[in-house]
């Protein structure tokens, strides 16, 4: 996955809480291949009507907000189903990070291996925020804060192992393989009776 360390951009404002991942990627997209990105279903629902055409009230389709690196969100963002497409066509819009009070568990530890940076910010932060209007913030992950133009800085938390992978761009797979040579000196010692493949 894409490192994250500092990204600067607009923050569309899509305050609406409990959006779940069915909003995000319907359902009936998820046959789509994976190689092909996910970017043209996101919101599809939201930001299309029922003939294909844009909706011009949603707010991905409004100038400046079509280029926007950050999404703000209401409560419970990412809530419902575990699928992981939703995280998929975040990241292939371009979507770096989603800043939102809370976020549903599943979707949190997806977003985390995908490299979308979860910032979880209080209320009163987010409006902070969206007073700004369409002005460039700065997602700061290396030292946990939220910068805007002014010079204030929003601070956020994140687990220490979810923060270092995605600095280093290392998903689950990307982890393991640092270990690789541990893991193949471990096999070529480790006793032949408990090797499955021994097994009549």
């Known amino acids: 996955m894409t490192p994250f360390r ?4 607009l923050a569309a ?4 809480d409990n959006v779940d991942t069915d909003q995000l990627l319907p359902a ?3 046959r789509k291949p994976r190689g092909d990105g996910y970017h043209p279903w996101l919101f599809y629902d939201a930001r ?3 003939e294909g055409v844009p909706n011009p009230g949603f707010v991905l389709n409004q100038a400046p907000w079509q280029s926007a690196r950050f999404l703000l969100s209401g409560a419970n963002f990412g809530c419902g189903s575990s699928r992981e497409g939703a995280v998929y066509a975040l990241v292939d819009a371009g979507i770096r990070a989603v800043l939102a009070p809370s ?10 291996k995908n490299g979308l940076l979860p910032v979880r910010l209080a209320p009163p932060q987010l409006s902070t925020i969206l007073n700004l209007g369409p002005v460039p913030i700065t997602v700061d992950l290396e030292a946990l804060a939220v910068r805007l133009p002014s010079g204030e800085t929003l601070p956020f938390s994140l687990d220490p192992l979810a923060r270092a992978s995605m600095l280093e761009g290392l998903d689950d797979i990307g982890l393991t393989d640092r270990y690789a040579d541990a893991i193949q000196r471990f096999d070529q010692t480790r006793p032949r009776w408990l090797d499955i493949r021994s097994c009549p």
């Open 13 to 16: 404002p899509l305050l609406l």
């Open 6 to 9: 500092v990204e600067a951009g």
């Open 28 to 30: 009936r997209f998820l």
């Open 48 to 50: 299309y009507d029922a």
């Open 103 to 112: 976020f549903g568990d599943i979707f949190f530890n997806n977003a985390c």
